[in-house]
């Protein structure tokens, strides 16, 4: 099992910037792929961004792709999530996510047993 927990959420203002960190613990950090979600109020949630369990390939949703970076530090057992060029909608509690290798799809929640609380992030004009 793993053990997720996400900080660096806050408010914000439009065009600023955010950096996101999401912490594991448990299991064998490398045997996971890890991604982002978000849920905004009234809304489903949705894919945000994804790495692989070896920090090669990443991948992201239409809405974020070149404003956003996913990354991760396998030493440390974190993986981040830079943000940057806020839009208003971009509002909404983030959730990092961790899906074993063998059954991990990126950007299917479904595929992600294990999540973290969440942390808010509020972009404001």
């Given at each position: 099992q793993v053990q997720l927990a996400e900080s660096g959420g806050g408010l914000v203002q439009a065009g600023g910037s955010q950096i996101l960190a999401c912490a594991a613990s448990g299991d064998t950090y490398t045997d996971?792929?890890?991604g982002w979600f978000r849920q905004a109020p009234g809304k489903e949630r949705?894919?945000?961004?994804?790495?692989?369990w070896s920090a090669g390939p990443t991948y992201y949703a239409d809405s974020v792709k070149d404003r956003?970076?996913?990354?991760?530090?396998?030493?440390?057992?974190?993986?981040?999530?830079?943000?940057n060029n806020l839009e208003l909608e971009d509002t909404g509690v983030y959730l990092c996510a961790a899906g074993h290798r063998s059954k991990w799809l990126a950007g299917f929640a479904e595929k992600y047993p294990y999540w973290g609380e969440g942390t808010q992030v509020t972009v404001s004009s």
């Open positions: 996971y792929g890890m949705e894919f945000v961004a994804a790495i692989s956003f970076t996913i990354s991760r530090d396998n030493a440390k057992n974190t993986m981040y999530l830079h943000m």
